[in-house]
């Protein structure tokens, strides 16, 4: 076998496929993120307290967007209120960066390029 011929640069064609694939894989993974973005601000997500008399709405990308209190709870005092929206907010967090990463996980599947 001559010098010339064989795996070139130590990869061969199947290698060079695989690679190419894998920059499409990854371009697709781009564009969807682009549009999850779109979709996680669209999203509301609400956590709960006190069984739903202070409610906390954030976007998917955990962007408050607005607080709800009940007036059954106003008489309960500052201290009472400020621990349920707490609380709340603590609920929508998390439920927001469960469905982010669940979402991620959907766009990603399969995908097996480090970092992602």
């Known amino acids: ?7 070139g640069f130590g990869f061969g064609l199947g290698k060079m496929k695989e690679l190419t694939e894998a920059f499409k894989k990854a371009q697709q993974v781009q564009e969807g993120a682009k549009k999850l973005q779109e979709d996680l601000d669209e999203l509301e997500v609400t956590g709960e307290a006190g069984g739903g008399l202070v409610k906390v709405i954030v976007s998917g990308n955990q962007e ?3 607080v709800e209190i009940s007036p059954d709870v106003m008489g ?12 709340a907010a603590k609920d929508a967090y998390i439920k927001s960066t469960t469905t982010m990463r669940e979402k991620m996980e959907e766009l990603t599947g399969g995908l097996s390029l480090p970092g992602l």
């Open 76 to 87: 309960e005092g500052a201290d009472v209120v400020s621990e349920l929206v707490t609380q």
């Open 64 to 66: 408050p967007r607005r």
């Open 1 to 7: 076998m001559s010098k010339g011929q064989g795996q």
